[in-house]
């Protein structure tokens, strides 16, 4: 029980870190931030569970107004923006992203973790993300995808690299990605 509690904090962390590294913000108002590479670890790492409950009390953080998105952003104003679709879409992507990983441990981890990603991180992710956006920012479908598709070519890449990145987790400490590990 103290390890999840520890896991979930210790990734609601490197959230929070990776929104150190700086944004670069679209005209569209969306800011590319690396945040998106951490849920995507969170649901590969953790599995689904534990990954969503990290960016839960990642959001939580962010509710109660610590500046822990990229910009130094933080409390229940950024949940009122048109982009705000992404951070109610974070805990669902990490929770699919450790559900596929649990479910799929007879493929290489690497093409497993870059695929639970995209599916995840991307396909649920902007499905909560577009319709939100259309709201918000007052779009046809259309026009949404159009403005989030900039994004897609990056969320890809980020995939690969959480794929590369827990490949060499796993080569040196198979037990650390508990999404895969035989023993929890």
């Not at 969170?42 to 610590?66: E, H, M, P, T, Y």
């Not at 929770?95 to 995840?120: D, H, K, Q």
């Not at 026009?143 to 890449?157: A, E, R, Y």
Request: glycine share 12%; aromatic share 12%.
């Amino acid at each position: 029980m103290e390890k999840n509690i520890v896991y979930i904090a210790l990734f609601s962390g490197l959230i929070a870190v990776l929104g150190l590294l700086p944004k670069l913000t679209l005209v569209s108002g969306i800011p590319i931030t690396a945040q998106s590479l951490g849920v995507m670890l969170c649901g590969i790492i953790l599995g689904a569970k534990r990954g969503a409950l990290a960016v839960l009390l990642f959001l939580s953080l962010v509710a109660l107004g610590l500046p822990l998105l990229a910009g130094g952003r933080g409390g229940l104003g950024v949940f009122t923006t048109p982009w705000a679709g992404f951070l109610f879409g974070f805990p669902f992507a990490a929770f699919v992203t450790g559900y596929i990983m649990e479910r799929l441990r007879s493929l290489p981890i690497s093409i497993v973790a870059s695929f639970s990603a995209i599916i995840g991180s991307i396909f649920i992710l902007y499905a909560i993300a577009i319709p939100y956006y259309m709201i918000g920012a007052k779009m046809n479908f259309f026009q949404s995808i159009l403005t989030m598709s900039p994004f897609i070519p990056g969320d890809i890449l980020k995939c690969i690299l959480a794929g590369f990145i827990v490949n060499g987790i796993h080569k040196s400490r198979p037990n650390a990605i508990l999404s895969w590990a035989r023993t929890r």
